[in-house]
């Protein structure tokens, strides 16, 4: 569980920081938890679904993969997984 808690915040610090950091275009920020508890209550497979294929939701936009399109979809998952962890 570790080694994919690191792999996640590798990933998150690289590609998914700028946004959600400083909540840009609506993205929740990390710890938040007011605003990922509707979220993570959504599960898992929702997030891991708008984080790779993108989404257009009320408050904003994800693009899909955060605008990286070179990640692998593991490594997007295991970000989703440090975030929602953060969030909780």
């Not at 959504?42 to 294929?53: E, M, P, R």
Request: glycine share 14%.
């Amino acid at each position: 569980a570790q080694a994919a808690d690191d792999k996640g915040k590798k990933t998150y610090d690289a590609s998914c920081m700028a946004c959600h950091a400083a909540g840009v275009a609506g993205a929740p920020k990390l710890g938040d938890k007011a605003n990922w508890g509707p979220r993570i209550a959504q599960g898992n497979d929702t997030l891991y679904t708008h984080a790779l294929k993108g989404y257009q939701g009320k408050a904003g936009m994800m693009p899909a993969k955060g605008g990286n399109m070179s990640l692998k979809d593991e490594d997007v998952k295991a970000a989703v997984d440090f975030m929602v962890s953060q969030g909780k």
